[in-house]
């Protein structure tokens, strides 16, 4: 069987190694997740700071790079192609590789570079490419910083475009570095982070294990001590005392140790109890034996008597204390009953007041209903109305088109005249075509307002349907709130017999709760009456104490006694105290 303390010491272990490996595990995975954010901008801002210090190599190797015939020149008109100190210094400086572009046609070329190719050999001749994530950058004069595809390989790169002094693109510079030694770095930081991690743990699970194991022993110790000293109690040795430190803890187990000493004390003082009182009967023993036959007859006569009376006391106290325990009982949920009674109450005049309130609410719906049926016949007038009067419009439109239709004609016929006549119906013709020119207008515009007043009648027959429809839904919610109503008032009429049962309930509690106060006097009675009893009782047992007196000197030189007395006294020799 396993003690506490081992328990303990597994458990605390097992818990602290669960919160060990995820707090581990955790940092790990966010140390991961860093260190990959982390790369990409610290290479990023690398990068960014590593082509201007290749812009420095640059001018401090070839001063100021001119463009010719296709070509790069430095200050001193000698060509760069093939100069790959520049390059090789960048490496060895800064860990980047570097190229330099020449600009050719649309594309730029490779002149100087220690990017190699898969046999081993710097890749110069070789062309950017205008599928590369840097082309359209570098083209319209922008440095590009960020991912690219060189030759296959991926690298973090940096382009800046070299520029002529009248601001054309003669070149590009780069730098870069290669994602798989980016990679390769990050994965052995992270092998060190995750080897700090492991050690760490390890540290903590071996400190927590101490630290467990020594609150353990400090828990537990004292509960060995106290069941140690429960066992030798149970083998009848209660010589030996609980250490003080123990019995002066402030907690359960201080309270388990004060409870085992006081019991080691009060058997110690009830042992020596028993000591005296067994020396006393043995030696009194032999002075029992000569009155013992005198008074036995009494003795017993006197026992049976106290016996039955003790008996019926015992009884009726007994029921008396059940009776009591009863009526408690009953008051405390007659009193609950009233309690709930009055709840019920507030409950039924909230009901009431909700219940007027709703009476309210349907008259004012009813009204309400009424109005709106009401106005749904002054709009449904209304809307015929209007459509009538569409259509006298309709009508005048109609009159006014045939006008415009006739003035077109006579202007037309005034025209021919005036055509005529010559010079002299020359102005007549101008008047004509302008009266032509209006009756044309009116024609079209009688024609829009034919359009309109068809839509309009559309929408008022429309309206009238729809207002037809409002009507029948009011004559419906007419009949809807009249029902509600009907239902309202049912419920009222429940409500109302409700209150009347609520109060036949009060009646009937405060009838209970005065009743409880007879039965209450009733026990009272019985109890005076248990007591008178109990008086009798301790008469008879003052008698039956005189007769146990003589039954001491009776007794004196009883054999039998003195007999107990010794297995008494064997008993106790078995205690170590």
């Known amino acids: 069987m396993k003690s506490i303390k081992t328990k303990l010491i597994l458990y605390f272990c097992c818990l602290i190694v669960l919160i060990a490996v995820a707090i581990s595990s955790l940092g790990y995975y966010r140390a991961s997740e860093g260190m990959k954010n982390l790369e990409e901008r610290l290479l990023n801002e690398k990068l960014d700071g590593d082509i201007g210090a290749a812009k420095m190599y640059l001018e ?15 200050k001193d008109g000698k060509k760069i192609e093939g100069r790959f100190e520049i390059v090789d210094a960048i490496m060895e400086d800064l860990g980047d590789v570097a190229t330099i572009f020449v600009k050719n046609n649309d594309d730029f070329l490779r002149v100087i570079t220690n990017v190699m190719t898969e046999d081993g050999s710097r890749a110069v001749g070789t062309f950017l490419g205008k599928d590369s994530a840097a082309y359209s950058s570098v083209i319209d004069g922008n440095r590009y910083v960020g991912e690219a595809d060189i030759l296959g390989k991926s690298y973090i790169t940096a382009y800046d475009p070299l520029l002529a002094k009248n601001g054309d693109i003669i070149g590009i510079l780069f730098v870069g570095v290669s994602k798989d030694e980016a990679a390769k770095l990050i994965k052995d930081a992270l092998a060190n982070i995750r080897n700090v991690f492991i050690g760490i743990m390890l540290v903590t699970i071996l400190v927590a294990t101490i630290v ?90 006197v026992a049976r008597t106290i016996e039955e009376i003790a008996k019926g006391a015992s009884d009726q106290a007994r029921d008396t204390e059940q009776g009591a325990g009863r009526v408690g009982e009953m008051g405390e949920l007659i009193e609950k009953e009233l309690h709930y009674i009055k709840e019920l109450n507030i409950s039924a005049d909230e009901v009431t007041r909700l219940k007027d309130e709703g009476f309210e609410v349907l008259e004012d719906l009813v009204e309400k209903t009424e109005v709106n049926a009401k106005a749904s016949e002054e709009i449904d007038k209304a809307i015929i109305s209007t459509n009538n009067s569409a259509e006298k419009i309709n009508s005048a439109s109609q009159m006014i088109k045939n006008i415009a239709e006739q003035t077109n004609l006579l202007a037309l016929n005034a025209a021919i005249e005036a055509a005529r006549a010559g010079d002299a119906g020359r102005g007549f013709a101008v008047v004509a075509e302008e009266i032509r020119k209006l009756a044309e207008q009116s024609s079209s515009f009688t024609e829009e307002i034919a359009l309109i007043i068809k839509d309009l009648t559309g929408k008022t027959e429309n309206a009238v349907q729809r207002t037809k429809e409002v009507s029948k839904l009011s004559a419906l919610q007419s009949e809807s709130v009249r029902i509600t109503k009907e239902k309202f008032q049912g419920i009222a009429t429940s409500i ?42 301790q008469e008879a047992s003052a008698s039956v104490e005189e007769q146990a007196a003589t039954m001491e000197e009776v007794a004196g030189s009883s054999e039998m006694l003195a007999k107990l007395a010794e297995e008494l006294q064997e008993s106790i020799a078995k205690f170590k105290y």
């Open 60 to 74: 401090n190797y070839f001063g100021n790079i001119t463009y010719q015939n296709g070509d790069l020149l430095d």
């Open 212 to 301: 467990t194991f020594i609150i353990g022993k400090k828990i537990t110790d004292p509960i060995i001590i106290s069941v140690n000293h429960a066992k030798k109690i149970a083998d009848l040795d209660i010589s030996h005392n609980i250490p003080q430190k123990i019995i002066n803890q402030d907690d359960e187990i201080g309270s388990l140790a004060r409870s085992l000493e006081d019991i080691t004390e009060s058997l110690r003082k009830f042992i020596v109890t028993i000591a005296d009182a067994s020396q006393q009967m043995a030696s009194s023993s032999q002075q029992l034996t000569a009155t013992s036959q005198q008074t036995s007859i009494a003795a017993e006569e």
């Open 496 to 537: 109302e017999n409700t209150k009347k049962a609520i109060e036949l309930l009060n009646i009937s509690g405060q009838a209970m709760d005065e009743k409880k106060g007879e039965i209450i006097d009733i026990i009272q009675s019985l109890s005076a009456i248990a007591e008178e009893n109990a008086a009798g009782t």
